[in-house]
């Protein structure tokens, strides 16, 4: 006999953290520890808690928080 397919939440969604690049449209942002970000359609979003992107992000003269 067949067990019945218990319904699943989906996984909740990590917060994210939106810039506005207010000088490109797209392009790659190295990071210091040699990750890539990648601008698209002037945004780029980084996980809540990636502490080094969000400092990066936070001292970049061309990117601006998204509220």
């Not at 917060?15 to 690049?21: E, I, K, P």
């Not at 970000?37 to 969000?54: M, N, Q």
């Amino acid at each position: 006999m067949a067990t019945p397919k218990k319904d699943q939440a989906p996984p909740a969604e990590a917060a994210q953290v939106t810039y506005r690049d207010t000088r490109y449209n797209s392009r790659v942002l190295i990071l210091p520890d040699n990750r890539q970000l990648t601008v698209a359609r002037f945004l780029v979003t980084v996980p809540a808690d990636d502490a080094e992107a969000l400092k990066y992000l936070e001292g970049h003269p061309d990117l601006q928080l998204q509220e």
